[in-house]
């Protein structure tokens, strides 16, 4: 073959440092040198190892249509595997309804004293069966609030439901609840065993950090939640209990102290995690901190997480590692902010305290706020009906960062996710704009920091152990 | 500050994507006048541009032409593989029967 005797495949490219990076429809990159893509375009290059590189990395073709174009559909299909089942995560808000006051609770929950929040019996009953009408063969029913705890027998009503109507689909169903872990007993736990429950809680940090986050109506909620954790962990097991922590304006100077509580009570990784900065976020200014401070936040703290690994302690950053799956292996990943089509109804949906059906959390927050707009349906009309409506149709319009403007050439594309919610919220519009979009500068900024890292080979058995836990 | 842009080289697709990313920074209008594009850049404040802005700025857009119309290329020059790919890779979800080699075959 001639060097300029090639076929060019599906890619896109970008300045990398001093170098250009390209990336291919199905996630391969390319370190070379600046220029090489339009090099590569004018047939410009002459370098036969070059050529071959470009070959076997599926950058060229040395015929117009691939011999091996069976691979490369497989390839993708692989790469969008999420959309296969259709929706997977379906969050029941059983109450709106909170013991604690958190400063950036988004989802604007009220008083535990009050109890006309709690969703009712005909559309939990309602959202279950909804849920079962999903084609997806393996589903996470997750129970959120509010505090769900406070209506534990409306997420009892709902498993018990759901195990029912299970002996007919045969789904691989898996239970989630969404708890702050105060109020935690032995006998909610005995009955989470017995249904096989996950519980999934929040810790900020160390005490003086949660306990300014998230607020109780003493000062002892990092000692109930801790205790709520560790009590949940001798009941459920350890891999049955989870953790998140939130980054707010206090966490930003803490990184190293945050891990070092993670890794006190036992956890084996930590989700750093922005603030979603809408509802009481704002207020409170607890999310007064660009996208560059949580970088640097971010930075630091994965570079004292590389350094336990060295040390031979296996400490996981998840963000990291759904970035990671998707860029070092063929696989996609569940996480739902990372997808195009998007997360939003293609692998969540929403059934909140009232019957509404929403796409998203920041979704139902809105609401809040007064703005309907993402209320997709209720649990009466039944999701065949809801996602056939003229509502999903439009979000549709704007879910695929394939044909987003800003993203459609965008090297990182493949690796990314759209996000129409967030998109709304900050500029109105479902499209979004991509030049000042939080979500893009965060995004490349932390794909770019970890490809780099990923060319050092004492980072990349690192992340390779990471990928296979 | 007014930067020209040769419209026999760069479509206005092009010139419109390379400028999207400087929407941040300014307000752009587009003139095509004899084969020519002209485009003014102003500071949505109308703050003046040094000269050592004045030449980033033509240097960023320059750049991002070039950066731009390759990608126009592989867009255009990949988009029947790209098509072909896609339809295989999700083509059992499809009740219609597709003969891909017919399609190989028509290009």
Not at chain 1, 193 to 202: A, I, R
Not at chain 1, 450 to 458: F, G, Y
């Amino acid at each position: 073959m001639k060097t300029t005797d090639y076929y060019l495949l599906p890619f896109h490219f970008d300045k990398f440092n001093d170098k250009e990076i390209l990336v291919n429809l199905f996630g391969d990159f390319l370190i070379a040198e600046q220029g090489t893509a339009e090099k590569t375009v004018y047939r410009e290059i002459m370098d036969e190892s070059q050529i071959k590189n470009l070959v076997s990395n599926h950058f060229i073709s040395q015929s117009k249509y691939p011999a091996n174009m069976d691979i490369l559909a497989t390839r993708y299909r692989t790469k969008k595997s999420f959309l296969e089942e259709f929706t997977a995560l379906h969050i029941i808000v059983v109450t709106l309804n909170c013991n604690q006051a958190c400063t950036y609770c988004q989802v604007s929950s009220i008083n535990s004293t009050k109890n006309t929040c709690d969703i009712n019996w005909e559309d939990l009953k309602k959202s279950v069966e909804m849920i079962f009408e999903s084609p997806s063969q393996h589903i996470t029913i997750e129970f959120q609030g509010g505090e769900p705890l406070l209506a534990f027998d409306k997420v009892k009503s709902a498993i018990e439901y759901a195990e029912s109507l299970n002996s007919q689909h045969q789904k691989n169903i898996t239970f989630v609840i969404c708890s702050n872990a105060i109020g935690m007993d032995e006998a909610k736990l005995e009955y989470m065993k017995q249904h096989h429950v996950l519980l999934s809680t929040s810790l900020d940090g160390p005490e003086a950090i949660h306990n300014r986050n998230r607020k109780f109506h003493t000062d002892a909620s990092h000692r109930e939640v801790i205790k709520g954790i560790n009590l949940s962990k001798s009941i459920l097991g350890e891999e049955n209990v989870s953790a998140l922590m939130t980054t707010t304006i206090h966490s930003l100077p803490h990184p190293k102290e945050i891990i070092d509580e993670y890794r006190k009570q036992g956890f084996r990784n930590i989700f750093f995690r922005e603030i979603n900065p809408f509802g009481y976020a704002v207020n409170n200014r607890i999310a007064d901190y660009s996208t560059d401070d949580f970088i640097r936040f971010y930075k630091e703290g994965f570079e004292y997480i590389l350094e336990l690994n060295r040390a031979g302690e296996v400490f996981i950053e998840d963000y990291a590692a759904i970035l990671l799956r998707k860029i070092l292996t063929p696989f996609s990943t569940g996480f739902v902010d990372l997808q195009s089509p998007a997360g939003i109804i293609n692998s969540v949906l929403v059934y909140n305290y009232d019957g509404y059906v929403y796409v998203s959390d920041e979704a139902r927050m809105m609401v809040e706020k007064g703005d309907h707009f993402f209320r997709i349906g209720h649990v009466n009309d039944g999701l065949k009906k809801i996602i056939s409506g003229p509502k999903v149709a439009e979000i549709a319009k704007h879910w695929s960062n394939e044909s987003l403007p800003g993203c459609s050439d965008c090297a990182y594309q493949v690796y990314c996710g759209a996000d129409p919610v967030r998109n709304y919220l900050k500029t109105g519009d479902m499209e979004g704009y991509r030049p000042e979009s939080e979500f893009c500068h965060k995004n490349k900024t932390l794909i770019k920091y970890l490809i780099e890292k990923t060319l050092a080979p004492d980072n990349y058995r690192i992340f390779q152990s990471w990928l296979a836990n | 500050m007014i930067v020209q842009v040769d419209a026999s080289v760069y479509d206005e697709a092009v010139l419109h994507k390379a400028l999207y990313w400087l929407g941040k920074d300014f307000i752009s209008e587009v003139t095509h006048l004899n084969g020519t594009f002209e485009v003014k850049l102003t500071k949505p404040n109308g703050e003046i541009l040094t000269k050592d802005e004045q030449h980033s700025t033509e240097e960023k857009l320059r750049q991002s032409l070039i950066d731009y119309k390759t990608r126009s290329v592989i867009l255009s020059e990949t988009k029947n593989v790209r098509d072909l790919i896609i339809m295989k890779a999700f083509f059992h979800f499809s009740d219609e029967e597709i003969n891909f080699d017919e399609l190989l075959t028509s290009e």
